[in-house]
């Protein structure tokens, strides 16, 4: 059956009527270049908005944060991130092939690593003493823990901490801006402190693709190069930047809509007795152990879908997903919250 409700994940989004337009009046040139105006205005306002000097447009928030990592480290150096974080899980072992980098993995509480295991991380080793750790790379929302956000205390503390140690920080900041809405904050305030930030266009902000990796205009000049070499240097990418720009104008403060949704969404389906820890509900993600209830994953995936509701995998093989977007609207939370208690207990009594 065709899933009539996507709550897969907020990539599934279309450009909206009005994204449209702005694409198709946008003024372009050779972004190559950097003679194409709507992408120049969109990294702009996109370092500004991070607390950058500059920005540059790719086409994927993966090539943001390979162009930004293969920045801070020599082959042979190790880089450091949560275990489950989307640059050592999702990103096919980029930063080892395009950077040569070495990867630790730290397991983390909801996505966040501690200043003391960064600490012991780091500490030199006596086997390899010119193998150092050079780099760290958070991820703020994080996606495999379910959309979570970083406390700033808790941010600042490794944030700090990488310094001290000599340290460059990335900042996956793919959802960055759902981060900044959940905090109340301006998302500079969460991404100033980085070396580089990475922000996609193509999730909560509704483009079809499209993102930016800033930093300082030393950085951002040598990730141009970078840019170049990874083919992802463009023509008349104002095209897209268009969207980009239609969405800092119109879809960033709608991100506490999609947050409000998947709220109602987890008190509802806990409600109903649906195993849901609503305390770990703080963006626009919902996750669901369905292990809990006595069944395989993917079955429950498939009965949601036969009944009009999509949800996906995790990295966890018993939990399942559901993640507002700007497609999603108040009535189709209350269909969902209508069909999805119902299917998956009757699983249960099956
Ligand atoms: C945290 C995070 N970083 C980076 C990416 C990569 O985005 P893309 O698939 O558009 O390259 C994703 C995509 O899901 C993500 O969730």
Same mark, same amino acid.
């Given at each position: 059956m065709r899933v009539v409700i996507d709550l897969r994940s907020d990539t599934v989004t279309t450009p909206t009527p009005g994204m449209r337009r702005a694409m198709a009046e946008a003024v372009v040139g050779d972004e190559q270049k950097r003679e194409d105006p709507t992408v120049t205005a969109l990294q702009e306002r996109v370092a500004a908005l991070l607390g950058h000097e500059a920005a540059l447009f790719v086409p994927t928030a993966t090539m943001a944060n390979q162009i930004a990592l293969k920045l801070h480290g020599r082959p042979g150096d190790v880089l450091v991130a949560e275990e489950h974080s989307h640059v050592l899980v999702?990103?096919?072992?980029g930063v080892a092939a395009h950077a040569g980098l070495v990867t630790l993995g730290l397991p983390g509480v909801a996505g966040r690593i501690s200043s003391s295991q960064l600490r012991t991380a780091a500490a030199p080793s006596v086997k390899a003493a010119d193998q150092h750790v050079t780099v760290i790379s958070l991820e703020n929302t994080h996606n495999n823990a379910g959309g979570r956000v970083w406390p700033l205390e808790e941010l600042t503390d490794v944030v700090e901490t990488a310094r001290e140690l000599g340290l460059a920080v990335h900042l996956d900041g793919a959802r960055v801006l759902n981060a900044a809405t959940a905090l109340g904050v301006d998302p500079a305030e969460i991404a =100033?402190?980085?070396d580089t930030v990475s922000l996609c266009l193509?999730?909560?902000?509704?483009?079809?693709l499209g993102a930016l990796v800033a930093g300082s205009h030393a950085v951002i000049e040598r990730a141009w190069r970078e840019k170049h070499l990874f083919g992802g240097?463009?023509?008349? =990418?104002g095209i897209v930047a268009a969207a980009g720009v239609y969405a800092l104008d119109h879809h960033v403060e709608r991100l506490a809509e999609d947050h409000a949704r998947a709220r109602r969404f987890a008190e509802a389906l806990g409600a109903a007795g649906v195993p849901v820890e609503l305390e770990r509900v703080e963006t626009n993600f919902v996750q669901i152990d369905v292990g809990r209830m006595g069944l395989e994953r993917d079955d429950a995936l498939a009965r949601l879908r036969h009944a009009g509701v999509g949800l996906s995998a995790t990295v966890s093989p018993t939990v399942i997903r559901a993640v507002t977007h700007l497609e999603i609207t108040d009535a189709d939370i209350e269909r969902a919250i209508d069909v999805i208690p119902s299917t998956l207990l009757a699983g249960v009594a099956a």
């Open positions: 999702f990103e096919y072992g =100033a402190r980085f193509s999730k909560g902000l509704g483009c079809p240097a463009m023509r008349q =990418a």
